[in-house]
């Protein structure tokens, strides 16, 4: 069976993929595939991640308790955090996302720039999103944590001049989750492949997707290999990347439950990924 452990990049996976699904069973998948590492978006089908890992794990401890030793690293718990837009009850969550984070030594905490059309936000936006960064810090450095957020450049971020000008307002470069779905319809095909080779060093995650349209109005959800992002060619300038990113496929039956089984969908990528015309490796 094809194993992305035998590639010189380093794998990782969304439980987006099957919200019923528990940690066991993401972490049988991750051994099957040869995958290092989950990001925690939805667990046993709830996406409230604070509230099902204390029905499951009672507290931090516990949960830490209960990853230790296992075949797969979780390295990100997915929030709704968004710098550019607040909503009640979000800076609560953050925190208790943190205290789980902390305990079981995972590093980072997701939060997005802002969901929605990819329109240019508004000056109090921007605003916005500079003042919750420096809340986060603040928040950080008095609790002394380790863990830290990433943001998910869904809305804006993955352009090279909006970032630019959100490091310029907020004195530091804010490490990125780069999703070339969202890049795509953002900025069409080929200035999302440039935007990456300008944020890479800046972009230590990707989330690696095909989209079935390059129109945010469009269809979004499709097979690996069914849509508009030539993903070979993507996972060939990730090949080339100095540093590597952590490439994390995101199937997102979560939001559309048509969509085939996440099985299926590995198998679609692995399909592309490992014909010897498609990449720079035998994988």
């Not at 009672?58 to 550019?84: H, I, K, M, N, T």
């Not at 837009?85 to 996302?97: H, I, M, N, Q, W």
């Not at 900025?187 to 230590?204: S, T």
Request: with cysteine; glycine share 6%.
């Amino acid at each position: 069976m094809f194993s992305f452990s035998t590639t010189s990049l380093r794998w990782g996976i969304s439980t987006l993929g099957d919200s019923d699904a528990d940690l066991d069973d993401w972490m049988k998948l991750c051994v099957e595939r040869g995958i290092s590492e989950l990001e925690l978006r939805v667990l046993s089908g709830d996406k409230d991640l604070s509230g099902i890992l204390s029905r499951l794990f009672v507290s931090p401890a516990g949960f830490a308790a209960a990853l230790r030793g296992q075949p797969a690293r979780v390295a990100v718990l997915s929030s709704d955090f968004r710098l550019a837009a607040e909503k009640e009850g979000d800076y609560g969550e953050l925190l208790s996302y943190a205290l789980w984070a902390e305990a079981a030594d995972i590093p980072w905490l997701r939060i997005f720039d802002k969901c929605g059309p990819h329109v240019p936000w508004m000056e109090d936006e921007w605003g916005s999103a500079a003042r919750r960064l420096r809340w986060w810090r603040e928040q950080r450095a008095r609790n002394e944590w380790r863990v830290d957020v990433i943001v998910e450049a869904h809305n804006a971020l993955f352009n090279p001049e909006a970032y630019r000008r959100f490091c310029e307002m907020t004195g530091e470069e804010p490490p990125l989750i780069f999703d070339i779905g969202h890049a795509v319809r953002g900025l069409g095909l080929e200035r999302a492949f440039a935007a990456w080779k300008e944020l890479a060093p800046h972009a230590p995650r990707v989330h690696f997707k095909d989209v079935a349209d390059s129109n945010f109005q469009g269809d979004k959800h499709c097979l690996p290999g069914r849509g508009v992002v030539p993903l070979a060619d993507f996972y060939r300038l990730l090949q080339e990347s100095d540093p590597q990113p952590t490439v994390v496929f995101e199937w997102e039956r979560f939001w559309n439950r048509n969509l085939p089984p996440v099985g299926e969908a590995l198998d679609a990528l692995c399909s592309i990924l490992s014909s010897p015309d498609s990449t720079s490796e035998k994988l």
